[in-house]
């Protein structure tokens, strides 16, 4: 498989993709994903079209496409259950996958530095606003934090 990938990503970069969805199509036809290999092939012709500077209307929808066939096989073969985590499990996950300590949740949230920690060991809960600031901050749905 390494061998594949290399002679993709080498052709990826030596050729250009068309402007037209009906030419994209020619390139690769967008159709259901059936395995991993099918999902990695899809999400490198995504890379591509996204690294283009200016595309057209036709590369646009060709991605969007492809996005939507990515977004179908990964909801059915790599989701992640998540019902049995709780919103402030979800808090430490995203503040450790950015490197953000105690006192830097409490200056985002404008609460004096000791809430930070005491939100994180669960003696005050979130508010409304707070779950608003996290939601913006971290690009998540504000029901994250309300589990």
């Known amino acids: 498989m390494p061998a594949i990938k290399a002679t993709s990503k ?3 970069k030596a050729k250009t993709l068309p402007g037209q969805f009906n030419e994209l199509v020619k390139e690769m036809l967008p159709r259901a994903i059936s395995d991993d290999v099918h999902n990695e092939q899809t999400i490198e012709m995504i890379d591509r079209l996204m690294r283009l500077a200016s595309p057209t209307k036709g590369q646009r929808q060709y991605m969007e496409t492809l996005v939507q066939l990515v977004e179908a096989y990964e909801a059915k073969h790599h989701s992640v259950d998540t019902s ?3 919103g ?3 808090l430490r996950h995203l503040m ?3 490197s953000m300590n105690a ?3 409490a200056r985002l949230l404008g ?3 000791s809430m930070g920690s005491k939100i994180l060991s669960g003696e005050r809960s979130l508010t409304i606003e707070h779950i608003k600031k996290l939601a913006a901050r971290f690009h998540v ?3 994250l ?3």
């Open 10 to 12: 080498a052709i990826s």
């Open 141 to 143: 749905d504000p029901g």
């Open 88 to 90: 402030l499990d979800s």
């Open 84 to 86: 049995n985590l709780s």
């Open 96 to 98: 450790s996958e950015s």
């Open 111 to 113: 609460t004096h530095v």
């Open 145 to 147: 934090f309300i589990v």
């Open 103 to 105: 006192s830097e949740l």
